[in-house]
């Protein structure tokens, strides 16, 4: 079973302050990696009310600093905001400090108003991630390649290029398999059979079928009510800012994305779980060794303090038991 931590490190009004957020998470990587996480996934969003973390590059690094065995990864990098040949640049020297721990997740993003503070055309958004696509893994070989009517070659040269994942909905799955090493787990798999469906159709490995998922947010207590009442308004936070971005895509289109969030409904969105040590024990067990846990301890600025008490319950009552 791989257990995966995933950091947006965004801190509201009124909850934990980014200074301590930051130190938090390091923290917290160091202790995943010395219990056998797989990885540690930042999230990237910028000009958000928030601060939700703009840096996963920046914080990948920080992380291949504090640990020696956990992967990291931005997940999603919002590529077409970046020039290519610094992001290449950029996570080859980030595969050489890792030892080879980083990999990169990118997507395009949908956020007008990233579009516009970078310069960039939301209308071009996938050309621009076909193309830093192709550049990454064109500049991580240390052959001279055209780039812009310019030959180009791209140093340092990683001893292992990063693997490199694309994120998002149907016809990235579908890009995915032309372009890159592999489609980012999302946190529903309905789109990965489209994914490798089309690996198969291009002569490729067969990927397999989508690990089983845990939910988006798994937070263990012995106490669960008073663990929804410390949660709800992170959690709520967290949903809210999703949502105004998704109206400031979409707009009267947006749907059920629209309006308030009720709250006594996020207890029963399968997405959100707070479960005893026992009924933790059995999901895990329940995905077999194939399956995926996702933590976010620090989700919508949750206090370390409670982070840690979870996750010190989970390693003692929930770890041994896993498959």
């Known amino acids: 079973m791989e257990l995966h931590l995933a950091f947006e490190l965004r801190s509201p009004p009124g909850t934990t302050p980014h200074r301590d957020l930051y130190a938090a998470m390091l923290d917290i990587c160091g202790w995943a990696d010395e219990n056998g996480f797989a990885f540690a996934n930042f999230g990237e969003h910028h000009l958000s009310t928030s601060g939700y973390n703009p840096s ?50 990118i997507g395009s993003g949908y956020r007008l108003k990233e579009y516009a503070a970078f310069g960039r055309d939301l209308d071009k958004r996938w050309p621009l991630l076909m193309e830093a696509a192709r550049v990454l893994k064109l500049a991580w070989t240390g052959e001279p390649f055209d780039y812009r009517g310019t030959r180009i070659a791209v140093r340092p040269v990683p001893d292992k290029a990063p693997k490199l994942l694309l994120g998002g ?47 988006v947010f798994l937070w263990v207590a012995e106490d669960v009510e008073a663990a929804w009442r410390m949660l709800t308004p992170h959690i709520l936070s967290q949903i809210e800012e999703y949502a105004s971005f998704t109206v400031e895509f979409y707009g ?40 995926l846990l996702l933590f976010n301890p620090l989700m919508g600025g949750i206090p370390p303090a409670e982070a840690w008490k979870m996750l010190t319950l989970f390693r003692e009552t929930v770890l041994p038991y896993l498959p």
């Not at 592999?182 to 490995?205: A, F, M, N």
């Not at 009267?252 to 009924?279: S, W």
Request: overall charge neutral; proline content about 9%.
């Open 56 to 105: 996963p590059l920046v914080t990948c690094a920080a992380v291949a600093g504090r640990t020696r065995r956990i992967g990291m990864r931005p997940n999603v990098l919002l590529a077409p905001l970046y020039d290519p040949i610094k992001l290449a640049e950029d996570s080859a020297v980030l595969s050489l400090v890792s030892d080879g721990r980083f990999q990169l997740a």
């Open 169 to 215: 909905g149907e016809a990235v799955a579908r890009r995915a398999a032309h372009v890159a090493d592999g489609y980012s787990i999302p946190h529903d798999t309905t789109h990965w059979e489209v994914y490798r469906q089309e690996c198969l159709k291009l002569g490729k490995t067969d990927p397999g079928p989508a690990l089983p998922l845990g939910p």
């Open 252 to 291: 009267e289109q947006a749907g059920p994305y629209k309006g308030e969030i009720d709250a006594a409904a996020i207890r029963h969105n399968p997405a959100y779980r707070v479960m005893t040590p026992a009924e933790a024990v059995a999901l895990g067990q329940s995905l077999g060794p194939r399956g």
